[in-house]
């Protein structure tokens, strides 16, 4: 009875291990799932800010950033940028602006342009 019982407790364990992402069938999906969910709220954001819903748009946009590895960095922090700009985040519009100049190989012109806006705000 025992040995059965902890047969039933090591399948069950590995099971809820896979299905967690733990097993490469886990980590499979989970990889398929994580851009799914980039590009869900990187549209959600850009909706959101179409439609005038800036604040909202604004924390759509900041939880995109949790997705550096999917979405382009440079798009990320431009849409935070302009929606907090639009949401009256100035601290949090000067923040993305900061980012976008420091990115690692951003052309020159394109950090001369970040700058640009920055002083014409």
């Given at each position: 009875m025992a040995v059965t019982t902890a047969a039933t407790l090591d399948t069950l364990m590995s099971s809820d291990a896979d299905s967690r992402g733990i097993g490469l069938s886990g980590r499979i999906l989970d990889s398929a799932w994580r851009g799914a969910a980039a590009y869900h709220y990187h549209m959600l954001a850009h909706r959101q800010l179409?439609?005038?819903?800036?604040?909202?748009?604004?924390y759509?946009?900041?939880?995109?950033?949790?997705?550096?590895?999917?979405l382009d960095p440079v798009d990320i922090y431009s849409l935070i940028a302009l929606a907090s700009f639009h949401s009256g985040h100035l601290d949090i519009c000067n923040s993305a602006f900061i980012k976008l100049e420091t990115l690692p190989n951003l052309e020159k012109k394109a950090t001369d342009a970040?700058?640009?806006?920055?002083?014409?705000?």
């Open positions: 179409y439609v005038g819903q800036a604040e909202s748009a604004m759509s946009s900041i939880r995109c950033s949790e997705y550096e590895d999917v970040f700058q640009a806006l920055v002083r014409l705000g």
